[in-house]
């Protein structure tokens, strides 16, 4: 198959999304299809990654554009409203005008589109895979109906949660071949949110890669080579910083255990970044912690295994927003494939990404007593430690495995190519 990877979310930037689309894409490719992945900020043709989403967003600047510009936006309202076969006339005008309900964003969205068909008519693709259900996800049904291709989006979380003008969004999701999830609670909750036909939402679980997540270097040269004394517990958070992650949950419990003088030698490290890290970095200095936190900022992948293998511990608490929720948590995953027991909350797919008492503890969110006896626990027991990261590791290998999930990424895809073009001749 060529399949047309379209996403908002890729390399350099980090993140969960972005690890599904590099490693979606990486793994399909190694099964022998073709996958072009259409971005907003990677250009490597080798890869065939293509950089032709716009980052344009002032509007006053448009009368700076060529009268093509101009074309192409009137020859896009003509053919959604005119042309577009299977669309009722009124879901046609939904479509046109939420292109100019953000003006402000007319610009990007327009010029997006217009390299994205330029880009379609010189590649015969056989399906468009969306990496998520947000505005990449609008550019991919237009495209759909354009090139006349089937379609099917991932959903995670906050994309499917967000409310677009005249629910244009779930419109679409309505009208698409199939919609992929990573867990059966966030199949439960998108059907919950958006009225959907339950037979086309696949789930697909996340993975870890693990040939490439092996890191050769023992425990005791790690904390050599990082200078950590080889006696302090460590607590791993890797993630970035936003307001509801639950640092301050994690920060309160160390404080309360430096506090009661449980004599602990705890170090709590941090690696991310993010539009919170100021905040965080105050708390850090109010509660008089800042001996005990090390923050080390955006890794690269490499070091990141190397701290994982290092820390006793991985924690990561977030909370539940109305608009914004915990869709999986892949990096309690990579934890686990370290062999880490890990504590999570009771939040979105956390509960499926860690299996309490097995791979690691839920607590309930903002339950900082909790968190603290829960570490408490994990450094008075080793056995405990080890019993919890080592079923975690067994866990990984059998069902969050990269190789095999795109397997099943490959299955979906086909069976939709299948089934939309024998209905088609039929």
Known sequence: MKI????????????????????VGSKLTELGEKVFIFNRTCENKENLYIKVLSNATSLRGILTYHVKFFYFLFSLFFRILFVFNGIKFRDKLKLT?????????????????????????????NIILSGAADISLLYSFILSKWFDIPLVTIAHGDDFLRRYPYKINEYILQNI????????????????V???NPNKVNIIHLGVNLEDSIVKESIIDLREKFNIPPDDFIILTVSRFYPRKGFDIILKSIKLIIDENLNIPIQYIIIGSGEDENRIKKLISDLNIKSYVK????????????????SDVFILVPEVKKSSIEGFGIVYIEANFFKKPVIGTRSGGVRIAIEDGKSGFLIEPKDIKSLKDKIVLLYHNKELRNDLGQFGHERVKESFNWTKNTLIYQNVLKNVVREYFSKENN
């Open 4 to 23: 047309a990877l379209i996403t908002n979310d890729f390399l350099p930037k980090k993140g969960g999304i972005t690890n599904v689309i590099v490693n």
């Open 97 to 125: 005008l939420f292109y100019c309900f953000y003006p402000k964003l007319i610009v990007s969205r327009i010029i997006s589109i217009k390299n994205l068909v330029f880009q379609f008519k010189t590649q015969k693709f």
């Open 177 to 192: 071949q199939r919609t992929i999830v990573t867990n059966k609670f966030m199949r439960r909750l998108f059907l919950k």
């Open 194 to 196: 958006h009225n959907i």
């Open 295 to 310: 923050l080390l900022g955006s890794v690269d992948e490499k070091v990141k295994n190397q701290y994982y293998k290092l």
